[in-house]
């Protein structure tokens, strides 16, 4: 709906010219392959800007904009200058002007889906230590690599600066998805095992967390790398952050390692692997006295059994997941697990049923995920979406699918993910042989427009 006051954007629609909404959104997405970007750009966006409902596009936008129209700035455009748009907002931050503005589920000009130009450290020592080690991202046309510290002992400031960019990467990954995340990330992660190479502590405790910092920041950064697509990168870090652990002997962070190698196995068609990989993972979580954690580790193993068709040894790890979940939580919980609620149990324990083939049992447990995730939580709302398609595709409930099909479209624009796109893709796939439908035709043709692969032309 369009928002009351806005004024028609009629500069960007002469820009437009004869071509439909369309044919130029799918201008736009070219122009922002050609400089690397991605939008998830369709008619109705369009549509939003020359109504006056986006007043300001966000960064990703703007740089597709300013590379169609070389020389014309947003003004020429018909835009508002985004100090305007964000108001007071932006004057709160105007000391700090690369503060990472939270995100809203209706915002256009806050989401901010270009997060290359974020920093990680906003304050206090921690950012003066951010600076001096790299961990600071600038933006995508000036960041340059980290540098290697020279010899120099490792306090407080440098620790709590890993520390600090583990938890804002798994911030901006909640929010957006691994694609636009990755590359800046490993920035930091190269600072952090620098100083663990040339670094010296005066404290077993400072070396611990130094220790235990880095290795969490191996696997953010694997994670990045598993949600965008780099499976081998994904698989290096991971294993990286093992011998991390290893070295330190941390048993959490080495079951941290194993959780998401499991996952990682199971989502690169290695099931068997991801039951060992998993099973590891529960021994050396058993001391720690954290039953969620547990729980997540058996729904690793129960996702992995699923894979190789194995019903029986499935439905026991569902159970043993259920049980120590209901178990609540403890003060061992780590960090990392503030994703791991109700619906994410839901939408792990759906994927165990789609892989073995039981659509609607999946679909069942997948909508209860929708119903009950956090929608701070951007990156889940688009994936238990998709998720929900699929299985919605697959046991014939074809209307349904092309609607819960079209809430995942409309999330692409803040969650770069190529998990997420190749699990809509696939959904896609399905629904082209019901295209009879006009839901499901309707729900093709934005996929075309979006340049979501899996539609068939008709």
């Not at 991605?38 to 006056?52: L, N």
């Not at 920035?187 to 290795?215: K, N, V, W």
């Not at 998401?260 to 529960?282: I, K, M, Y």
């Not at 178990?327 to 049923?353: I, K, N, S, V, Y």
Request: aromatic share 6%; hydrophobic share 40%.
């Amino acid at each position: 709906m369009v928002s009351t006051g806005a004024v028609p954007n009629l500069a960007f629609r002469r820009l437009r010219g004869p071509r439909s909404a369309g044919e130029f959104a799918a201008a736009v997405r070219r122009s922002a392959r050609e400089i690397g970007e991605q939008v998830a750009c369709d008619a109705r966006y369009i549509g939003r800007v020359e109504s006056g409902e986006i007043r300001c596009p966000n960064y990703a936008y703007e740089r597709v904009f300013l590379h169609m129209f070389p020389g014309a700035t947003l003004a020429d455009l018909g835009f508002s200058s985004r100090e305007t748009v964000r108001g007071r907002g932006a004057r709160a931050t105007a000391e700090i002007p690369d503060t990472p503005l939270p995100p809203t589920l209706h915002s256009d000009t806050d989401e901010e889906s270009d997060v290359l130009r974020r920093v990680f450290m906003t304050s206090g020592t921690a950012a003066m230590a951010a600076a001096s080690l790299g961990f600071g991202l600038g933006t995508a046309a000036t960041a340059v690599p980290a540098q290697r510290p020279a010899q120099r002992r490792v306090g407080e400031a440098e620790v709590t600066a890993v520390e600090k960019a583990v938890r804002q990467i798994r911030l901006l990954d909640d929010r957006h998805g691994g694609d636009g995340l990755y590359r800046r990330a490993a920035q930091p992660l190269r600072a952090a095992y620098a100083l663990l190479d040339e670094g010296t502590t005066t404290r077993r405790s400072t070396s611990d967390r130094l220790h235990a910092g880095a290795g969490e920041l191996a696997i953010s950064v694997g994670w990045l790398a598993h949600d965008s697509g780099r499976f081998e990168d994904a698989r290096s870090h991971y294993a990286e952050a093992l011998a991390t652990a290893r070295l330190a002997g941390d048993a959490a962070l080495e079951a941290h390692a194993f959780c998401n190698a499991s996952f990682l196995a199971r989502d690169t068609g290695r099931p068997r692997e991801s039951v060992r990989v998993a099973e590891a993972g529960q021994r050396a979580a058993t001391p720690l006295g954290s039953p969620r954690l547990l729980a997540l580790l058996a729904l690793r193993e129960a996702g992995g059994r699923a894979g190789l068709g194995d019903r029986s040894g499935c439905e026991r790890a569902l159970g043993r997941a259920h049980e120590a979940f209901g178990r609540g939580t403890r003060d061992a919980d780590p960090e990392w697990m503030t994703f791991f609620r109700e619906a994410e149990l839901e939408m792990l324990e759906a994927q165990c049923w789609s892989a073995l083939g039981d659509w609607p049992r999946a679909a069942r447990h997948a909508r209860r995920a929708t119903q009950l995730q956090d929608p701070h939580f951007t990156r889940n709302l688009a994936l238990y979406r998709a998720e929900l398609t699929t299985d919605l595709a697959h046991a014939g409930a074809a209307a349904e699918a092309a609607a819960t099909g079209h809430q995942v479209l409309d999330l692409l624009d803040r969650v770069q993910s190529s998990r997420i796109r190749a699990m809509l893709s696939g959904a896609v796939r399905v629904l082209g042989a019901q295209r009879g439908s006009p839901e499901v035709a309707g729900l093709l043709e934005r996929c075309g427009e979006m340049g979501v692969q899996g539609h068939t032309a008709g």
